[in-house]
Each structure stands twice: as structure tokens, then as C-alpha cells.
């Protein structure tokens, strides 16, 4: 099992930055990957970046450019940094850890692009 907790989000202007943070305990050693996601209110879940055991990122496209995902392994920790921020970055972003097939969710943080 894997515990995930997410913190940074908030109400931001567009063109602004965020960063999103998860905590991960419990069975991390076996963890394959993390990664955000994001579900916008009458959307589906959708992938905004995963990063590997091997530190390999993929990013949805729209997202290139603006945000990077990192991971600091002696802390057990994942990263989101969110720059360039638009209405439609709006959110709740959900932290996902992968063991093989398993996967595992935070609560999820808000956050919200507005002026």
C-alpha cells in the first residue's frame, strides 16, 4: 500500500505559478512511477505528467513548456511545478503513484487559474 498527500494548490492569477507537492509513505520501494493528473468539473481525469524510477517525463501536450515534474527520492516526495498558469489549468490535481498495475491516489488539491 501507498499513502499520498498532496499540498500547494490554491487560487492563482493567469500567468501565475504554483507548485504541487505529494508526500508519498508506506510501500514506496516498490513504486514504478509518479505522476499528476487533473479533473476539470463534467471532464474526465486526464494525465498531466509521469516521471519513472528512472527519472524519464512524459507531459500531456498541453502542458509542454509550462510545467515540470520532479521527484526527490531521499524524501519520498513528487513535484509539480506549474508556471504559465491558464483558466484552463483549473483543476483538482490528484497525485498517482504506480506499482506495476496498481495504482494509487491522493485526496487531490484544488487549484483554480482566475482573475
Known amino acids: 500500500q501507498v499513502q499520498l498527500v498532496e499540498s500547494g494548490g490554491g487560487l492563482v492569477q493567469p500567468g501565475g505559478s504554483l507548485r504541487l507537492s505529494c508526500a508519498a509513505s508506506?510501500?514506496?520501494?516498490?513504486?514504478?512511477?509518479m505522476g499528476w493528473y487533473r479533473q476539470a468539473p463534467g471532464k474526465q481525469r486526464e494525465l498531466v505528467a509521469i516521471i519513472t524510477s528512472g527519472r524519464n517525463t512524459n507531459y500531456a501536450d498541453s502542458v509542454k513548456g509550462r510545467f515540470t515534474i520532479s521527484r526527490d527520492n531521499a524524501k519520498n516526495m513528487v513535484y509539480l511545478q506549474m508556471n504559465t498558469l491558464k483558466p484552463e489549468d483549473t483543476a483538482v490535481y490528484y497525485c498517482?503513484?504506480?506499482?506495476?498495475?496498481?495504482?494509487?491516489w491522493g485526496q487531490g488539491t484544488q487549484v483554480t487559474v482566475s482573475s
Open positions: 498517482n503513484a504506480q506499482i506495476g498495475v496498481r495504482a494509487f
Open positions: 508506506g510501500s514506496i520501494f516498490s513504486i514504478t512511477s
